[in-house]
C-alpha cells in the first residue's frame, strides 16, 4: 500500500481544488435555454449600447428570413447546430462562427444580411458549448477548429466540392477559423478566411483578462492550464492562431477596431505581420470590440469585395 503525506495530500488537493474553479470560471458553459420570441441576447457593456436598437432590429429580420435548421456530429459525438440562410442556388457559401459565450444572434446578428449583400449564401453557426449546440466546454478554439472543418466538409458534401466557401468568425470565432486555415484536412474549396478581432492566442488573451482583474497570470494561468488538461480533456499549448497563420493554406483577411480594448487591435497586427498567405489589415476606426461591422457596415462589406476580388484574381 502506498501512503502519501498528508502534507502532500493537502496540496494536491488544493491544486485540484483551485485548478476546477478555474476551469469552470474560464471554460465551462452552463446548460442554455432557448429565447423566447420578444427575448434578445445583447452584448453588455456601454460600448454596445448604442448598437442594441439595430442589433434587435437585425435580429428580428434574421428570425422571419426562410432559413433551415442544420446539424452535424462533433468527432466527440456532440451535436452541433446552425442555421442555413440561402440568398441564391449555387452562391458560395460563408460560414460564420461567433465569440466566447456567445450565440449565432448575439454575436452574428447582421450577418445573413452582410452575406446576402455579398452575394453568398449563410451559415451561421453555434459552436460547441453555446447557443443550442450541444456540449459544456469551450475549448478556445482548440477542439472548435476541428468543428469549423467538419462544417466545411458538410457544405462540400451537401453542395459540392465546386462551392465557394469562407470562413469567417468574430473574436473567439476569428481565431478559430485562423487555426482550421492551417489544418491540413482544410477542404480545396474553402477560398478565404475572415479574422474579425480575433485573438493571437488562449495564453495572451487570458494572461491579459487576469492582469486587468489584479490577479498573476504567472501564478494563476498554470491552475488554468491545469483545469483544462484535467476537467475539460484538452491542452492550451496544443496550437494557437499566432502559430496557426504561420502556416495558413488560404488567403487570411483580419478585421479590428482600433478602439478594441477587449482584444487590442495589436493582436491583429501581429498575426497579419505573422502570416505566409495573402493578406490584408482592415482597421475600422472607432470600433469596438466585435462591432466593426455595425460602426462601418460600407467599408466593412467593401473590404471584403475588394479582397474577395483578389483572391479571385490569383485564381
Known sequence: ?????????????????????????????????????????L????????????????????????????????????????????????????????????????????????????????????????GTSDGSVITFGIKERHDCIDWAKYVCDRFGENTPIYLTGISMGASTVMMAAADEELPKNVSFVLADCGFTSAREIIGKILTEMKLPPKLVYPFIKLGARIYGGFSLDETSAIEAVKKARVPVIFIHGDSDDFVPFSMSERLYDACITKKELVAIEGAAHGVSYPTDKERYVEALRDFEQKCKSDL
Not at 502519501?4 to 435555454?33: E, G, W
Not at 449600447?49 to 442544420?70: A, C, N
Not at 455579398?118 to 453555434?126: I, S, T
Open 1 to 41: 500500500m502506498i501512503f502519501i503525506p498528508i502534507s502532500l495530500a493537502v496540496i494536491l488537493i488544493a491544486v485540484l481544488t483551485i485548478s476546477y474553479v478555474c476551469f469552470r470560471r474560464v471554460f465551462y458553459s452552463a446548460p442554455r435555454k432557448p429565447l423566447g420570441k420578444d427575448e434578445y441576447d
Open 43 to 130: 452584448p453588455k457593456g456601454e460600448v454596445y449600447k448604442p448598437f442594441h436598437e439595430g442589433m434587435i432590429k437585425w435580429i428580428k429580420e434574421t428570425r422571419s428570413l426562410p432559413h433551415e435548421d442544420v446539424e452535424i456530429t462533433s468527432r466527440d459525438g456532440l451535436t452541433l447546430r446552425g442555421k442555413y440562410y440561402e440568398y441564391k442556388k449555387g452562391a458560395p457559401v460563408e460560414i460564420m462562427l461567433h465569440g466566447y459565450l456567445g450565440h449565432i444572434e448575439r454575436d452574428l446578428c447582421g450577418g445573413a444580411q452582410r452575406a446576402f449583400a455579398l452575394g453568398r449564401n449563410a451559415l451561421l453557426v453555434n459552436q460547441r458549448a453555446a
